[in-house]
């Protein structure tokens, strides 16, 4: 069941993947915030319309990080990202390896200006992206290849139970470590296998399980 994809010169990490509704709820955001963020106006280039790739989906888990908590006001963070795309000369910069530790700070300039951030602010908006950061594996070259999306809490403690990489199960979410994915899970607990017995065929935590429904079910709800 472990279904792992070739590379395809890393193809596969830019491909047309994900819908806008199902990123939607892989990232945890609202379906007309993200429409926002990739539309002709947006943020996050995607390869086609109203479709994500697994690039698209990680800049998205960390653009909510700024956007959630702090409001860092669009434009600035869409400025930021220019001058940031221009010096690393990559075309995701909110994935450029090294804007954990020194780009945070470029996201505080709107309008031409630095916004008046006292400096324990600017400490706490860095710890706060780096949160979200700190989700996405990266490859030994640096770039995102796997994305542990949060469940329950974006807290520093939630559980890394579940992944998703475009070069697993085609992309879909599963338990973490495995190619099981979420959806067949859910479907084998709805059709009265109890966790117990999953556990064991699975050799995983009960844990683990519990967290693949609870991810399905925040997922129709979401639909």
């Given at each position: 069941?472990?279904?792992?994809?070739?590379?395809?010169?890393?193809?596969?990490?830019?491909?047309?993947?994900?819908?806008?509704?199902?990123?939607?709820?892989?990232?945890?955001?609202?379906?007309?915030?993200?429409?926002?963020?990739?539309?002709?106006?947006?943020?996050?280039?995607?390869?086609?319309?109203?479709?994500?790739?697994?690039?698209?989906?990680?800049?998205?888990?960390?653009?909510?990080?700024?956007?959630?908590?702090?409001?860092?006001?669009?434009?600035?963070?869409?400025?930021?990202?220019?001058?940031?795309?221009?010096?690393?000369?990559?075309?995701?910069?909110l994935l450029d390896e090294k804007?954990e530790t020194d780009g945070v700070?470029?996201?505080?300039?709107?309008?031409?200006?630095?916004?008046?951030?006292?400096?324990?602010?600017?400490?706490?908006?860095?710890?706060?992206?780096?949160?979200?950061?700190?989700?996405?594996?990266?490859?030994?070259?640096?770039?995102?290849?796997?994305?542990?999306?949060?469940?329950?809490?974006?807290?520093?403690?939630?559980?890394?139970?579940?992944?998703?990489?475009?070069?697993?199960?085609?992309?879909?979410?599963?338990?973490?470590?495995?190619?099981?994915?979420?959806?067949?899970?859910?479907?084998?607990?709805?059709?009265?296998?109890?966790?117990?017995?999953?556990?064991?065929?699975?050799?995983?935590?009960?844990?683990?399980?519990?967290?693949?429904?609870?991810?399905?079910?925040?997922?129709?709800?979401?639909?």
């Amino acid at each position: 069941m472990f279904m792992v994809m070739p590379n395809n010169d890393n193809l596969v990490f830019d491909a047309p993947a994900y819908s806008t509704m199902q990123a939607s709820h892989y990232v945890g955001v609202p379906y007309a915030t993200l429409r926002d963020w990739t539309g002709p106006c947006g943020l996050i280039v995607t390869p086609e319309p109203n479709n994500l790739s697994f690039n698209n989906l990680a800049e998205a888990h960390v653009l909510k990080a700024m956007r959630r908590k702090y409001k860092l006001p669009l434009q600035g963070i869409r400025r930021a990202l220019q001058q940031l795309s221009e010096v690393r000369k990559t075309a995701h910069p909110l994935l450029d390896e090294k804007f954990e530790t020194d780009g945070v700070s470029l996201c505080i300039h709107d309008e031409g200006q630095i916004l008046n951030l006292s400096k324990k602010l600017q400490t706490e908006i860095k710890e706060f992206v780096a949160l979200y950061l700190q989700r996405i594996e990266r490859d030994v070259h640096g770039r995102a290849f796997k994305l542990y999306p949060f469940v329950a809490r974006d807290e520093a403690n939630e559980p890394r139970h579940i992944s998703i990489s475009p070069t697993v199960s085609f992309g879909r979410p599963v338990l973490a470590g495995t190619g099981i994915t979420t959806a067949i899970v859910a479907g084998r607990f709805t059709s009265r296998d109890s966790l117990s017995d999953l556990a064991k065929e699975y050799s995983v935590d009960e844990q683990v399980l519990e967290d693949a429904i609870r991810w399905e079910m925040l997922r129709g709800k979401a639909a």
